[in-house]
């Protein structure tokens, strides 16, 4: 065993490998991988406008009964839901589902938090849910009349009699 200490970086190099790779690798590399992406772009390009042509070549004709029918169902006009609503019978697809839940729930909302008749020749009113619960806490829960408490006190007084022998 010897006792001598050697330095961490006995090469002399400044603390890092010189060997391990140089730039000119890295910008090889790099224009070879724009080079590949390039022509993987126009074969993929090309092969797509290939079987398009294709695709559109096996189409059956369209019937002449047909109306309005418009050359590429893929892209819609700008007022594509008017021409869904004319072209389509009912019942529909949703078409905006985002849009027409947001508007299910300003409609529950709406409904919630404000006052409204129900059946104004009864006298029927909805109130808002927070002046609702407002009332509740104020008055209580409704209690039932005497009515409904007769038939139940009648089943306690046999309870407390017991079974029959």
């Not at 890295?26 to 993929?44: D, E, K, P, Q, S």
């Amino acid at each position: 065993m010897s006792t001598e200490t050697k330095p961490a970086n006995s090469t002399g190099h400044g603390g890092f490998e010189r060997r391990d790779i140089g730039v000119g690798g890295v910008l090889y590399f790099l224009l070879g991988l724009a080079v590949f992406g390039l022509i993987t772009h126009f074969l993929m390009t090309g092969l797509y406008s290939y079987l398009e042509k294709r695709t559109e070549a096996q189409q059956a004709p369209i019937s002449p009964l047909v109306k309005n029918a418009p050359a590429d169902t893929r892209h819609l006009s700008v007022d594509y839901k008017d021409y869904l609503r004319q072209n389509f019978p009912s019942p529909q697809l949703e078409i905006d589902e985002r849009n027409q839940l947001d508007k299910v729930r300003l409609d529950e909302a709406q409904t919630l938090s404000t006052y409204d008749y129900i059946d104004q020749k009864a006298g029927t009113v909805r109130i808002p849910i927070d002046r609702a619960m407002d009332l509740i806490a104020q008055r209580g829960l409704p209690v039932r009349g005497q009515a409904a408490e007769a038939p139940a006190a009648a089943a306690s007084s046999n309870k407390q009699k017991g079974p029959r022998q």
